[in-house]
Each structure stands twice: as structure tokens, then as C-alpha cells.
């Protein structure tokens, strides 16, 4: 095999047939002769190893990253881990290469943006390499991440940023609050989606991908009645992001702590009923979990269970003795 440059209007193409009977036909990407020459001679290189050892031997990960990115994949941070891989061949890409790559292209950030923007990305680039039989898959453990404890609240903190709320907001607020619902189901409720007399809201399509009733208290009933819709959505909004700089303002006019729309809305949901006795499969159908288990790990905790399961033991200690006093 010998393959021949050519040139197209003054850019030089490699032609010929590789070692696998395939046809070559790919541009050089330059114009100078003298390095159309030194690019035919690493092609062809390239494809001997390929053919005689795999395409492992030969594929980097800068190239591999380049059809992931044609192909359609997530390029939003690919460009600072390509540069700390570039040139390296997949073969010899190890998780701990990946992880100190992902470190240096990010050496002063936390942990979860080095696993978002630096592992995660390498670790797709991969993947996707292995799909077209390039390399083998790769696993690669992410950095510790803390998750901040979330935190539950009551009626009493909506009623404290009530006065400092536009009614659409609070309408929203006190809709997540009391129906566990996600905010991007309420910000896409619709007039026809609301019957008011039933006191219920029908979200056509939730996150699981299930249509839901919400069930809605008096108290918002009654500001629906009189709530105009705006831009043919209930509570006005176009998309869940517009919510957020209001609700800021508002906590800080009202010298409350900023909660964000989960942690008063569904975490409150979810934890008040818990403390009331629920189980955790009625929670996740009140709320529209479609895990159970997700409910029981977040949500159903005790402050002490050592000392619960002291009093219980020794309840039942003294009625068993009520009952047998010899």
C-alpha cells in the first residue's frame, strides 16, 4: 500500500487503498508540499498499526473528542480536558490519568465542577470511543462531593415572604408547597389544565414522563379565581429560571433565608408528611415519586433512634409486666 497525494485546488488529499482493502480518499490539511508529504507518511503509518495492532494503537484522545464533538456529543466542556489529553493514545488513558487531567484543567475548583466539566466529559469521550471499537470503556471514580443538607420548612416561612412576593410568585410558591410538585411542572400549567371547582391541577406530563393530578388547597383556589393567566401560563412563567432572581429580592427584603423552589416546595412536602406519620410509599405517590426508595433515603429520618427504640422497648417492657405482675 502506497497511497498518492493529490491536489484540489491547491490543497492536498490523500488517495489510495489502506490495508484493509479500504478505500482512502481524506483531505492533508495543508497546501505546502513538503508537509502534504510528512502528512501522507503518518496517514499511512497510522493505518498499518491500525490494521495490525487495533485502532487503540493509533487513536488519540483529541481525535476521538473531534468525532464525539461531530457526532453530536456534549461540547460544552471539552476543550479544557482535550488540551490536557491531547496526543494521548486511548490505550493509555488510566481513570487516575483522567482524574489528575481533570485537576489541572481545573486547579482551583471544587470537586463536583471538576467531576461536571472535567471527568464527566472524558469519560463520555471515551465511551463513545469504545462504541466504534477503538478502545476498551472506562471507569473513573469522581471526587468526594459533600450534598449540602437541605433544609425543611413550614407554613411560616411563606407567610413571612408573602408581603414581599407578587401574587403570580406566591401562588407558585404555595402550589409547590402544598403538592410537592416540581416547579417545571407548575410553570407550564396552562388555564384549561386548572379546575378550579374540583380543586385540581392536571399536569399533562411530568418529569417520569406520566400525566398527575395536584390537588389544590382553598387558599389557592381562591387566588387562582381572581390570578390572570399570563402568555397562556397560570402562574406567568415561561420556564422555571425566570422565578429565581424575584424570589432572592424577596427573601431579602424579608430577612429570610434564600431556599430556592425545592427545599420549601417538594423537601417540605415530602418531610412534613413524613413527621405526620406517612409512609414513604404514600409519600411518593402524594408527591409523584416514582421512587420509593429515593423517599426513604431523603426524607424518613429520626432525630434520635437510639432513644426511640429505648422508650419502645420499654413501653412494652412495662405493659408485659402490667400484664404478668408474678
Known amino acids: ?57 493509533v487513536v488519540t484522545f483529541d481525535a476521538a473528542a473531534l468525532a464525539y464533538a461531530e457526532d453530536g456529543g456534549d461540547t460544552r466542556f471539552l476543550v479544557k480536558i482535550t488540551e490536557q489529553l491531547t496526543g494521548t493514545p486511548l490505550r ?29 466529559p472524558a469519560r463520555a469521550v471515551i465511551n463513545y470511543a469504545h462504541d466504534q471499537g477503538w478502545c476498551a470503556p472506562i471507569k473513573v471514580r469522581a471526587f468526594p462531593v459533600e450534598k449540602p443538607k437541605k433544609k425543611a420548612v413550614g407554613h411560616e ?14 401562588a407558585l410558591m404555595l402550589f409547590l408547597h402544598t403538592t410537592g410538585r416540581r416547579v417545571g411542572d407548575a410553570v407550564f400549567l396552562e388555564p384549561s389544565d386548572i ?30 379565581r381572581t390570578l390572570p393567566p399570563v402568555n397562556g401560563r397560570v402562574f406567568g412563567y415561561s420556564n422555571r429560571w425566570g422565578v429565581y432572581g424575584t ?21 417540605s412536602f415530602a418531610t412534613l408528611l413524613e413527621k405526620e406519620g406517612w409512609s414513604a410509599r404514600a409519600i411518593a405517590d402524594a408527591g409523584g415519586w416514582k421512587s420509593v426508595q429515593l423517599v426513604s433515603q431523603t426524607y424518613i429520618h429520626t432525630d434520635d433512634p437510639a432513644e426511640l427504640a429505648s422508650a419502645l422497648l420499654a413501653k412494652k417492657w412495662q405493659t408485659a409486666n402490667d400484664q404478668n405482675p408474678n
Open 92 to 120: 493509555d488513558i488510566t481513570p487516575r490519568m483522567v482524574r489528575e487531567a481533570a485537576r489541572h484543567a481545573y486547579p482551583n475548583a471544587s470537586n463536583s465542577t471538576c467531576n461536571r466539566q472535567g471527568i464527566t
Open 247 to 267: 424570589l432572592k429580592r424577596a427573601c431579602r427584603n424579608a430577612d429570610v433565608e434564600y431556599l430556592g423552589t425545592h427545599q420549601p416546595g417538594r423537601h
Open 157 to 170: 416561612y411563606l407567610a413571612e415572604l408573602q408581603p414581599h412576593l407578587p401574587v403570580n410568585l406566591f
Open 1 to 57: 500500500m502506497r497511497l498518492q497525494i493529490k491536489w484540489k485546488n491547491g490543497w492536498a488529499h490523500a488517495h489510495g487503498t489502506g490495508p484493509d482493502g479500504r478505500r482512502v480518499r481524506t483531505s492533508l490539511k495543508t497546501s505546502d508540499p513538503r508537509r502534504a508529504e510528512e502528512a501522507r507518511a503518518r496517514l499511512e503509518s497510522q493505518l498499518w498499526q491500525s490494521h495490525l495492532y487495533g485502532p487503540e494503537a
Open 195 to 224: 379546575d378550579l371547582d374540583a380543586a385540581q391541577a392536571h399536569i399533562q406530563k411530568t418529569k417520569n414522563g406520566e400525566a398527575a393530578v395536584a390537588h389544590l388547597v382553598p387558599m389557592l383556589v381562591d387566588i387562582l
